[in-house]
């Protein structure tokens, strides 16, 4: 072997060398990164994930918001609801005969009653305070009483009074006032008075 030949092998291996440290360095700093990336970035990334799921699971859990409705309008609604729920002026007499029947469905004794009519000028509406002197047991009183405001869902009851012979007696005397409201009907404005009803 010639001291040329010789030369360029020794060359050629000391090539080789600097190429397989240079890939080795390659390696070694991809090694590295992936390393460094597992410690600090993938944690950080499970982090973020696990945020993000909860965030969406408390959204799903979260009732959806009521629609908001102006005030104008909601006050609309209310006026609406409340005029539809009231009775008919032009039916007291049907108003009334209801009365005596739930009374004698609740066996309680009830022959006469009196009415006073008046018009709420400020919410359009009319209203007929009923007066009813009742005879019963108490039991049967308050059923024809719960089935009256059960009935008539436009009837509201304001008084209620009892008294009784003595203390050993179960009959009851009872005068019980109902108010019964009912969109005003215009053509008996004026003419409305003071009444006694009889069954």
Request: proline letters at 4%.
């Amino acid at each position: 072997m010639t001291d040329a030949s010789f030369a360029r092998t020794a060359l050629r291996v000391r090539l080789w060398f600097d190429r397989a440290q240079a890939g080795t360095l390659f390696v070694a700093a991809c090694v590295f990164t992936a390393g460094l990336m597992w410690i600090v970035w993938i944690p950080g990334l499970a982090v973020h994930v696990d945020q993000e799921t909860r965030a969406l699971a408390r959204a799903r859990a979260t009732p959806e918001p009521k629609r908001a409705v102006p005030p104008q309008a909601l006050a609309a609604e209310r006026i609406s609801a409340f005029y539809s729920t009231l009775g008919d002026a032009t039916h007291v007499d049907q108003i009334v005969a209801s009365l005596f029947k739930a009374a004698a469905d609740a066996s309680v004794a009830l022959d006469k009653g009196e009415y006073k009519p008046a018009h709420d000028r400020v919410g359009r509406f009319d209203t007929y305070a009923i007066v009813l002197p009742v005879k019963g047991d108490y039991k049967n009183i308050r059923r024809f009483c719960e089935s009256v405001l059960l009935v008539t869902p436009y009837a509201s009851l304001d008084d209620i009074r009892f008294e009784r012979a003595s203390a050993g007696e179960s009959m009851v005397k009872a005068n019980v006032r109902f108010t019964m409201f009912v969109r005003a009907d215009d053509s008996t404005l004026g003419r409305k008075a003071t009444g006694e009803v009889r069954q």
